[in-house]
């Protein structure tokens, strides 16, 4: 818009091919430095502060209340209170309306309104505009120069802008608390000096204390009481003028240190005088007290003259104290409060993503993927650990999913051991329309047969934007050709790698390297020498069954605890494990055949070596100890699968291969004759049949896992012959549509399918069911077979009942003549009367020392620590009080470094 007297603009003049054109505005933008927006609009003090005092009661003003003629009017009132910070953009009251509407008296009003102006952007442009520091030398000074320098805008909007700026700081300084007034002048005569009392007698020194190192104590000392009611005070006494404080730039002399504290009129302490360490130990303190009345008449003369020529700096305290914690606190703030918002602030509390169909998150769980997605920005990768059947898959298709929201990602990758858990991912990453591609994880291990090429071209393709998750990743612990070649793919976790998100419910089967190996993944340097540090590595959120069952689960009315996540109630089965003991004197004879047997390689001399006996150079080598292990376990998983492993021993031509083979050959005939006797008088097997009887009688469903093929064919025939049921097996042989048939007839309640005759009552399994399936209408589950490490026993458990949690004790190396405290007290437990409540206490030690924090949060503490301040602007506190001299008045002490009396 032209200002009055200029040539009205044509549209040729915004043509801006022209050259002239681009001049002009390029002028024009540069002389407009702030815009005409942000100056005020109105001036008048009382129609402020009754503007206020509408909105703090939550109503919009109306011109009536205000005086106003019109709504217009009104706007011109709001848009000043903008410009003062009282409100924001969108009319949200700061706490700057609260200092103004709580004052008792229209003096304290408005002097809380002065110090705002002084406070406002524009006013402290002007300032620096002028080349002033003080607010009272503005006394003279007409804004208009200034507006018409910085902004642009009708000459009659720059007229009135002008008036509304130098009215409002003409109102400031009458209001302002530093001013020199007949109520507090900035200087007394002699003998109107006297001390002041107060009911608190440690109140003058409380306030000297709090303003001596006010930025110092305000941000990073102990928030306590006396601190709170110090700065309080303070904040009172610069606010009704009593306390003054002024920066004077006088002459200074390095190193030296001299103080002055003048007590009214009856004395003077000068000095230096440091009640400190250096002070009392290391410096030359010197102090003389003058009580003469003229020499204590001239120090009280000469801080009167150097007082009058400093600069006010109330405002610069004041603003330093209102944006602390001290003034907006009535209480101490707990530290556990803090502590808690800032983990609610960083992790999040629960969210339940609303608009996805269903979809919703539990409390753990939107906390654990909260803690990956943090681990993963800052590390590139995460280990997330949780317990199957409490939705690993779930939480980490959200991770993909906000991370594909905010563009971190552009694909996902998931490597999984079997086709059925690439299946679910697929399935899962459908409903968010994200790229996905499944990896077998047989093409890291090397077991199909274009492995090298599928890594190749895979390697070629991966780039900082995938995100690649490692799902049921405890393969990969100490797996050979497949970690080194996943590594190869990943590289070391850090800036410029692609993301990678690890899974898995078993992170250690004997050690704690078990886990530092899978944490190679994802943080360069996190490793764990103890089980208690555990809790504290980075990139690792660990969740355990004790940990989501004690603080996050739900009780229903029948007093069983569950968790809720996607519209499902997953309760935690009632656990009950029991261990059954058989006669095995037929397997005793066979270990002691077994512990006989002559298992030495033959080695051979090399060609045309010669022998000192003559011999053909046959010697025994090295006894093949793992060939004894894989013996022994057939031999005690049933007499079918021992008999399979000796024949398989035979036919691989035991000449060739072991130096003692016809003793060897004996030996496995004996323990075939055995095998064959107790197939017609397994006691196991007997066992296991009476045991599961009452519940094929009942009509309930039982799952069965064993290692091998022949042990699951040889049970299918004794258990049909036993209970005439329908059984099912299944075994690695079994394509991917027969597993998931015959998966959804022997559980189709849990999959929401109608029940029939011939659906397998029995269903007899090896580990090809361990991982990837869900089988919870089953009502017993057997594991046939035990291993040295329960790794295998916890995965089948999970299929068995989701959310079952049972657990077995795990093996682990210990240096058992250096046992800890702590380790003891649990092996005492695992030993005590209950043995699955003190695992239980033992795996907790693990959980995330976030999550276990956060789940012992009530809704009551979480409500406490959301209502905490989100900060104290303490980053920017005190970067005004560097004057080389700072004078104070107050009552008890004045000096040439700290002046302070106290005015009546």
């Not at 007082?307 to 603003?319: H, K, N, P, V």
């Not at 690993?392 to 552009?410: D, F, L, P, S």
Request: proline share 4%; glycine share 6%.
């Amino acid at each position: 818009m032209p200002r009055d007297g200029e040539n009205k603009m044509k549209l040729d003049d915004y043509d801006l091919s022209k050259a002239n054109n681009r001049k002009r505005i390029r002028a024009l933008q540069r002389r407009c430095e702030i815009s005409i927006s942000e100056f005020p609009r109105s001036s008048n003090f009382q129609e402020i502060i009754e503007t206020c005092e509408i909105l703090g009661q939550g109503n919009h003003p109306t011109p009536e209340q205000i005086g106003r003629s019109s709504e217009q009017g009104v706007n011109h009132v709001i848009h000043t209170l903008r410009t003062l910070g009282i409100i924001d953009q969108e009319k949200k009251p700061s706490e700057l309306l609260n200092l103004v509407i709580g004052q008792s008296t229209l003096s304290m009003k408005m002097a809380e309104l002065s110090v705002m102006v002084t406070r406002s952007k524009w006013f402290k442009d002007w300032m620096k505009w002028e080349g002033i520091t003080s607010l009272m030398d503005m006394q003279n000074q007409k804004s208009s120069s200034f507006v018409n320098s910085v902004s642009y805008g009708a000459k009659s909007t720059i007229t009135a802008t002008a008036s509304h700026m130098n009215s409002l700081v003409r109102q400031a300084i009458e209001n302002h608390p530093s001013r020199n007034s007949d109520l507090h002048p900035d200087t007394l005569p002699w003998d109107q000096l006297r001390r002041v009392e107060h009911h608190n007698t440690r109140g003058r020194m409380q306030i000297s204390n709090a303003a001596k190192s006010l930025r110092e104590s305000l941000v990073n000392g102990p928030l306590t009481k006396m601190k709170i009611e110090s700065a309080k005070m303070m904040r009172r006494e610069l606010m009704n003028g009593s306390f003054r404080v002024r920066c004077l730039k006088a002459r200074h002399t390095p190193n030296f240190h001299a103080k002055v504290q003048i007590y009214d009129r009856s004395a003077v302490l000068s000095g230096s005088m440091n009640l400190s360490y250096n002070g009392l130990v290391k410096n030359i303190e010197n102090c003389e007290v003058v009580v003469e009345e003229e020499r204590v008449k001239y120090y009280i003369e000469n801080f009167d003259v150097y007082f009058r020529e400093a600069t006010e700096i109330e405002d610069e305290l004041l603003e330093v104290l209102d944006e602390s914690w001290a003034l907006r606190s009535d209480d101490l703030i707990d530290p556990k409060d803090a502590f808690l918002r800032v983990l609610l602030e960083m992790y999040g509390d629960s969210d339940e993503e609303a608009g996805l169909d269903g979809i919703s998150l539990a409390d753990y769980q939107e906390y654990s993927v909260n803690k990956s997605l943090r681990d993963l920005r800052e590390y590139q990768g995460s280990l997330l650990v949780a317990p199957t059947g409490t939705g690993k898959t779930i939480m980490g298709t959200m991770v993909a999913r906000r991370m594909h929201q905010r563009n971190e990602i552009g694909r996902v990758f998931v490597v999984a051991p079997n086709p059925q858990i690439l299946n679910i991912w697929e399935r899962e990453f459908l409903k968010f329309r994200i790229p996905f591609s499944g990896i077998p994880l047989s093409n890291f291990r090397e077991q199909t047969g274009d492995w090298e090429e599928k890594l190749r071209q895979l390697k070629q393709s991966i780039n900082p934007t995938d995100l690649i998750i490692v799902d049921e990743c405890h393969h990969l612990r100490n797996d050979g050709n497949g970690r080194k070649n996943l590594l190869d793919l990943l590289g070391e976790p850090g800036s410029g790698t692609a993301y990678r998100l690890l899974l898995t419910a078993t992170p250690m089967s004997k050690e704690l390297n078990d886990l530092n190996n899978l944490l190679r993944f994802t943080h360069p340097s996190a490793n764990a020498g103890r089980p208690s540090e555990v809790a504290l590595l980075p990139s690792l959120t660990y969740l355990t069954h004790p940990l989501i069952a004690r603080h996050f689960a739900k009780e229903s009315p029948s007093g069983h605890r569950y968790v809720e996540f996607s519209g499902e109630e997953r309760f935690f089965a009632e656990k009950r494990t029991e261990q059954l003991n058989y006669d095995s004197r037929q397997l005793d004879k066979l270990v002691d055949i077994l512990i006989s047997m002559p298992l030495e390689v033959v080695n051979q001399t090399k060609p045309g070596q010669l022998t000192l006996d003559g011999s053909d150079g046959r010697y025994a080598g090295n006894r093949q100890e793992l060939v004894r292990v894989h013996l022994s376990r057939s031999f005690e998983s049933s007499p079918a699968q021992g008999i399979s492993a000796i024949e398989n021993m035979i036919e691989n031509n035991l000449e060739s291969t072991y130096f003692h083979s016809q003793a060897l050959r004996e030996k496995l005939e004996s323990a075939k004759l055995i095998l064959k006797e107790q197939h017609n008088s397994d006691s196991k097997l007997k066992a296991c049949l009476d045991y599961i009887s009452p519940s094929i009688n009942r009509g309930e469903r039982v799952l069965l896992f064993c290692e091998y093929k022949a042990t699951v064919s040889y049970l299918r025939e004794k258990f049909f012959e036993e209970f005439g049921v329908v059984i099912e097996t299944l075994t690695g042989d079994d394509n991917l549509k027969k597993k998931e048939s015959i998966c959804e007839r022997f559980s189709p309640e849990f999959r929401n399918l109608r029940k029939r005759k011939g659906d397998p009552q029995i269903l007899i399994a090896t580990d090809c069911l361990s991982e990837g399936v869900d089988l919870p209408d089953a009502n017993l589950m057997v594991n046939y077979d035990l291993f040295w490490t329960p790794l295998k026993l916890d995965e089948r458990s999970t299929v068995y009942k989701k959310m079952a949690g049972i657990e077995v004790f795990k093996d682990n190396v210990r240096d058992l003549d250096n046992l800890g405290e702590e380790e003891l007290a649990h092996l005492r437990a695992m030993h005590g009367d209950n043995p699955d409540l003190a695992f239980e206490d033992f795996e907790d030690q693990f959980a995330t020392r976030v999550l276990t924090l956060l789940a012992r949060a009530t809704d009551e503490d979480k409500k406490r620590a959301l209502d905490l301040p989100l900060a104290s602007s303490g980053i920017k506190m005190g970067i005004h009080m560097f004057y080389p001299i700072t004078m104070w008045r107050t009552g008890m002490e004045s000096a040439s470094m700290l002046k302070i009396r106290k005015r009546a």
